[in-house]
């Protein structure tokens, strides 16, 4: 069993795969009733380690199936697919697998209300969750919405029960972030430093794959900005070039999302025209608008204005999430700033004041921004030199946008990139408005 489907998988013919995919799980469904069934007519479900197996291997076989149909480009059929495997296991542990596996659908589709749905039927998700699969979708789609306190709790839920170091690494920087944007800076710092001296002795006992590597790169990034380290962000910056060579590893969406892990960190470490070129490189692969937003941004600094607007403005502001109208709008001012353009500095402004963060920090940053603007403003007006406007700039040389948690679910193929952490971290630790009055 499960071999089947490796050779035609080889050749990339995804309808074979999907037969052998199909007729393994059939095979185990047989196996599972004629071995474990009648274990099951005799003994309570917690004696029988079997069914425990027979369970997480279904599990297994419904997630490869899951990669199959997304390769096929038929997830829309999957979810009745789902509902007529409940009959396989008679137990309430299967029957949650299945549930957590239509939310994961409905996720893949884009469909974020039908996969919260699918999820609530799961129950309330607390930090005494067992079921890691669920802890890690529940923080995927509702991380906006869980408070700080109850969010780390997750995170050191997921932490205590992972076995896979690419959890460990992902889940210790996701918590450098959240320390970070909330202003305790020490604890960021001594989060990111155990982690990365896990880690790096793991890396001596055994080499890193891709996946784990990148996730490496963005603990070194969170590291870099919580210590203000420029080292970390050279250490991340050589071994995301060396992935980006593995082009035969990544599909577009994982190696556009290379390149703009690439200009971030090559950014925070104020290496513009590199940076530049990276998101560049990101943005002709998968099309992200971010990769142009922070392009132009990094043209900006090398005192090319006239670039960066025509970059910026190929963008349509319109299409953008709130996260990335907010970079969007920051950006657009700078420029304007740069070029004493007080028509478009109006333009920004408005953009600015439209977007509605969803953390308290970047309400704070917003207000910040936006009396650097005003400032900006009245000085175009009356015609007389523009203030240094250093918390804009401080947001292109100083901040990181992105930070990304997925559902664990490797082996599919399948590379969700859903963001649920439009992180801005600052290096600098927070000042307050009137410390920065005179900007």
Not at 227 to 234: E, L, Y
Request: proline share 4%.
């Amino acid at each position: 069993m499960n071999k089947a489907w490796r050779e035609p998988a080889m050749k990339k013919q995804w309808p074979k795969v999907l037969r052998a995919l199909r007729a393994d799980l059939t095979q185990y469904t047989v196996y599972h009733r004629t071995n474990t069934v009648p274990l099951m007519r005799k003994l309570p479900p917690e004696e029988i380690e079997i069914l425990s197996i027979d369970i997480e291997a279904l599990h297994e076989s419904v997630e490869q199936l899951t990669g199959i149909y997304g390769q096929l480009g038929r997830l829309a059929e999957l979810p009745q697919v789902l509902e007529r495997l409940r009959v396989n296991i008679d137990d309430p542990r299967w029957q949650r697998k299945l549930t957590y596996h239509q939310a994961i659908v409905a996720h893949l589709c884009n469909d974020a209300a039908g996969a919260r749905r699918e999820l609530a039927k799961l129950g309330p998700i607390t930090a005494q969750e067992a079921d890691l699969d669920a802890l890690h979708l529940h923080i995927d789609i509702n991380g906006d919405t869980i408070p700080l306190v109850d969010k780390l709790r997750l995170y050191d839920r997921v932490l205590e029960l992972t076995t896979s170091r690419r959890d460990r690494i992902q889940y210790a920087a996701a918590k450098g972030v959240e320390l970070t944007l909330a202003g305790d800076t020490a604890g960021a710092t001594a989060i990111c430093d155990e982690a990365l001296n896990a880690a790096q002795e793991s890396e001596k006992e055994r080499p890193f794959g891709p996946d784990t590597q990148l996730w490496f790169c963005k603990l070194l990034e969170v590291a870099g900005i919580s210590k203000r380290d420029q080292a970390h962000f050279v250490d991340a910056a050589k071994r995301l070039q060396a992935l980006i060579a593995l082009t035969d590893y990544w599909t577009p969406a994982g190696l556009g999302h290379a390149n703009r892990c690439l200009g971030d960190v090559l950014r925070l470490a104020g290496q513009w025209e590199e940076g530049a070129a990276a998101y560049s490189a990101g943005y002709k692969i998968d099309g992200n608008p971010a990769c142009r937003i922070f392009e132009a941004s990094c043209l900006l600094m090398q005192h090319r204005a006239n670039d960066a607007l025509a970059i910026i403005e190929s963008v349509d502001f319109e299409t953008l999430e709130a996260p990335e109208r907010a970079d969007y709008a920051i950006a657009y001012a700078a420029i304007a700033i740069a070029l004493r353009d007080g028509g478009r500095l109006d333009a920004a402004a408005a953009k600015l004041k439209a977007v509605s963060p969803i953390r308290q920090y970047f309400v704070h940053e917003n207000v910040r921004y936006q009396l650097a603007i005003e400032r900006a403003r009245v000085a175009i007006a009356a015609g007389t030199s523009v203030p240094k406007s250093s918390r804009l700039l401080d947001w292109i040389s100083s901040m990181s946008r992105w930070f990304m948690v997925q559902p664990n679910i490797a082996g599919l193929g399948i590379n969700l990139n859903n963001i649920v952490d439009d992180a801005i971290a600052a290096r600098r630790q927070k000042r307050s408005i009137d410390e920065k009055s005179n900007e």
